[in-house]
């Protein structure tokens, strides 16, 4: 997409979306208001967005819904979720259902566009490597993952870390590192983001196989095993 990015802003907070409305536009961000989950869902399908900013909370379809059926049709536009669901398993229920980051409510504008430049430099990604790990091929050009044959849904996110790691195979990779390349170091090093998101990996990649693909090093990082 040439020119300014876009962004499709669903907030049913009218209040809270003509703010977000003005703050992206000064930004530089075209920017599309809906106020309902069915006009979220029904704008987003033509995928002519480069990221997508959802509320959990939305009326006729909640945020997590809309994002769980853009998903399912194929649709891999970046996602942004804002939610005042502070439980982990909330946030984690959000990224599987393919958001590609949160964002807590009450949140802070500056944060807001970083993590959606950040999301939308991560978009542009144009790896061309494949790495193999045992049965487990990451394809970086074609941002595709299959293990023994059989294909893996990731988010943005998702794919970025297990490249990152994958491309690193027997190697410790530091937290630090992850924030650095993943999120360009806009997120905070104390924050559990790093920890939801490696969950939701290893319960995609691993889980359905019986296998152990990312190690915790305690005080290091993780390691992706080269046995696995």
Request: hydrophobic content about 40%; glycine content about 8%.
């Amino acid at each position: 997409m040439s020119g300014a990015p876009s962004v499709l802003v669903a907030e049913d907070d009218v209040r809270l979306a003509a703010l977000l409305e003005q703050a992206l536009d000064e930004a530089g961000w075209r920017v599309e208001v809906v106020h309902d989950g069915r006009s979220a869902y029904a704008s987003a399908l033509d995928g002519s967005y480069d990221a997508l900013l959802l509320d959990w909370m939305l009326p006729g379809l909640e945020g997590v819904t809309v994002c769980r059926k853009l998903r399912d049709v194929g649709l891999t536009t970046p996602v942004l979720m804002l939610t005042a669901r502070g439980d982990v398993r909330d946030r984690i229920s959000g990224l599987d259902a393919g958001a590609d980051d949160y964002l807590p409510k009450p949140f802070d504008i500056d944060e807001l566009l970083a993590r959606l430049r950040a999301l939308h430099r991560r978009s542009s990604y144009d790896e061309t490597d494949v790495v193999q790990v045992g049965e487990l091929v990451v394809d970086g050009g074609a941002r595709r993952v299959t293990r023994a044959g059989t294909e893996i849904d990731l988010s943005t996110r998702e794919f970025d870390i297990l490249f990152l790691l994958a491309s690193n195979a027997g190697r410790v990779v530091s937290r630090f590192t992850i924030l650095d390349e993943v999120w360009d170091g806009e997120t905070d090093l104390r924050s559990n983001v790093i920890d939801v998101h490696l969950a939701t990996i290893r319960a995609k990649i691993d889980k359905p196989f019986g296998t152990n693909t990312i190690t915790t090093v305690r005080g290091a990082g993780y390691r992706m095993e080269t046995d696995a």
